[in-house]
Nanobody, 120 residues
Framework: QVRLVESGGGLVQAGGSLRLSCAASGSIFSINHMDWYRQAPGKQRELVATITSGGSVNYADSVKGRFTYSRDNAKSVYLQMNSLKPEDTAVYYC???????????????WGQGTQVTVSS
């Protein structure tokens, strides 16, 4: 089975930093997208950062200039979060579109999430 595991969350004070990691494993043939999302209490899940095939990164306006997405191999992505604000408090998820065979049929997968709490 496909598994996505996030790590790196925690409790920090405003202005602090955290680095989140996501690793994919299992019966993976191809990964089309491997992105970061977050969901705050009472809010919709939102896309935080994604990288294009050309290597450029798209960020939510709320995190531009503070968060940095990176990927060092086909199955691992990272999110460096600096200058954290209380409004960044959320469960952060790694989301991926993954094909498990050469049929090129992709399906969405989600990790369990990692809690990020930023105190004032």
């Amino acid at each position: 089975q496909v598994r996505l595991v996030e790590s790196g969350g925690g409790l920090v004070q405003a202005g602090g930093s955290l680095r989140l990691s996501c690793a994919a494993s299992g019966s993976i043939f191809s990964i089309n997208h491997m992105d970061w999302y977050r969901q705050a209490p009472g809010k919709q899940r939102e896309l935080v950062a994604t990288i294009t095939s050309g290597g450029s990164v798209n960020y939510a306006d709320s995190v531009k200039g503070r968060f940095t997405y990176s990927r060092d191999n086909a199955k691992s992505v990272y999110l460096q979060m600096n200058s954290l604000k209380p409004e960044d408090t959320a469960v952060y998820y790694c989301g991926a579109s993954i094909a498990t065979s050469s049929s090129d049929i992709f399906a969405p997968y989600w990790g369990q999430g990692t809690q990020v709490t930023v105190s004032s």
